[in-house]
């Protein structure tokens, strides 16, 4: 055993005690008022959520335990031992259950318990294989999490009566064999849809990174590393964001985490959340056709020009925008950092910075965004397709990778703290009518 779940085993009766008596004695405060403007507007910031792993400040960006992602690049065990390298995943998910920085041998056996428990059930590969052509990955990838579920340990305690007291153990043993699982199930899917279905054979002595990227057949250490910084980035956004609150909303029901994560990936696919990272690819690449074909070079003013034709048909920038950040996100500029360090010379690079000098002035003028600068999917398309990994419809998958960590982190504390079912109230219109009336 890593010593992980011992770990956690030793803090958990502090913090159910620490919050129960935080209830006890401030559980009538307000934190927050309501306007009728985020009652109808998808419930926009407000604080109605207990999510430990990480906050989001709207300047600032996410910090993951307090910690900001260069502190992380700093602090936690990489791979090489080199300074400088990218984090473990690994390390990362350590941090985010325990809020402590796990040494290297720690992470390491971590690694190591995660390899031991990734050999997938014997259906779920030929479902895999059997999924019709043209299916989109993250269908796929949310199916084959659902199929996965006939291992859930969780489900198939609570069908035997467990008591509450262990629901954070069954969770614990589900997340892990469902971390473990995802790398082979995304590399079947990878392989079976873009080549011939040929995987190569799993890789224990490679880190949980490296190892899932040789199955994918990418064996570029260098694209390894930009792996290990790409699920650290992806995992968590705090909680309110549509795949990790429905993960949490799911879970809440006691429905066990392979459901809760399947239905955490059907959000994520959707166009205004994860799969907006697929959409950034193709927008950059329809606008180097359409410049192309035009006879026209990539210039700041042929840039503004292309922004306004899809903002004119109707469309949203993809990448641009978002619902809490109002600065460039600290997750872009990691990216654009990697960039900079290892493919400074690379033309969609370059294309990518200049979308990044004209996009915010195009949005603020357009007038209607409330944040005109950049998100995460705005740059990791680039950095995969500099290494080869071109196949963009199957970027969401990556990114539904990294999101497990965090989801499934926060999940696991949303048991062992004896979270309840989450249940918000919904009015009519007919309800808002008469509230008016009568305030
Ligand atoms: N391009 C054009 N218009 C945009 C825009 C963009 N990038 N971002 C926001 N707007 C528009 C909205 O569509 C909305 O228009 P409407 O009033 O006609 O409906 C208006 O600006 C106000 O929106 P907002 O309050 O600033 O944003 P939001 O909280 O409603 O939505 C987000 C946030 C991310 C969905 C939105 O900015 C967007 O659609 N961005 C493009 C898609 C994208 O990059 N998504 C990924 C986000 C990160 C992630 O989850 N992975």
Known sequence: ?????????????????????????????????????????????????????????????????????????????????????????????????????????????????????????????????????????????????????????????????????????????????????????????????????????????????????????????????????????????????????????????LSDPYLSLSACMNALAGPLHGLANQEVLGWLLGLQAQLKEQGKDVTPETITEFAWETLKAGKVIPGYGHAVLRKTDPRYTSQREFALKHLPHDPLFKLVNTVYEVMPGVLTEHGKTKNPYPNVDSHSGVLLKYYGFHHYDFYTVLFGIGRAYGVLAQLFWDRALGLPLERPKSVTSEWLNNFIKNN
């Not at 809020?99 to 056996?109: F, L, M, R």
């Open 1 to 253: 055993s890593s010593g992980l779940k011992e770990r956690l085993q030793e803090l958990m009766p502090a913090q159910q005690e620490a919050l129960k008596n935080f209830k006890k004695e401030h559980g009538s405060k307000i934190v927050d008022k309501v306007t009728i403007d985020q009652l109808v507007g998808g419930a926009r910031s407000i604080k109605c959520m207990l999510w430990e792993t990480s906050l989001l400040d709207p300047l600032e960006g996410i910090r993951f335990r307090g910690y900001t992602i260069p502190e992380l690049q700093k602090k936690l065990p990489n791979y090489s031992g080199k300074p400088g390298d990218e984090p473990m995943p690994e390390g990362l998910f350590w941090l985010l259950l325990t809020g402590e920085i796990p040494t290297k041998a720690q992470v390491d056996s971590l690694t190591a318990d995660l390899h031991s428990r990734a050999k997938l059930p014997a259906h779920v590969e030929p479902m895999i294989r059997g999924f019709p052509k043209g299916m989109h990955p993250m269908t796929q990838l949310s199916s084959a999490i659902l199929a996965l579920q006939t291992e859930s340990v969780f489900a198939s305690e609570y069908a035997k009566g467990t008591s509450k007291t262990k629901y954070w153990e069954h969770t614990y043993e589900d997340m892990l064999n469902l971390l473990a699982r995802l790398p082979e199930v995304c590399a079947l899917i990878y392989r079976c849809t873009y080549f011939d279905g040929k995987v190569a054979p799993y890789d224990s002595s490679l880190d949980y990174s490296g190892n899932f990227c040789k199955m994918l057949g990418h064996d570029d250490p260098a694209f390894m590393e930009l792996m290990r910084l790409y699920i650290v980035i992806h995992s968590d956004h705090e909680g309110g964001n549509a795949s990790a609150h429905t993960c949490h909303l799911v879970g809440s029901t």
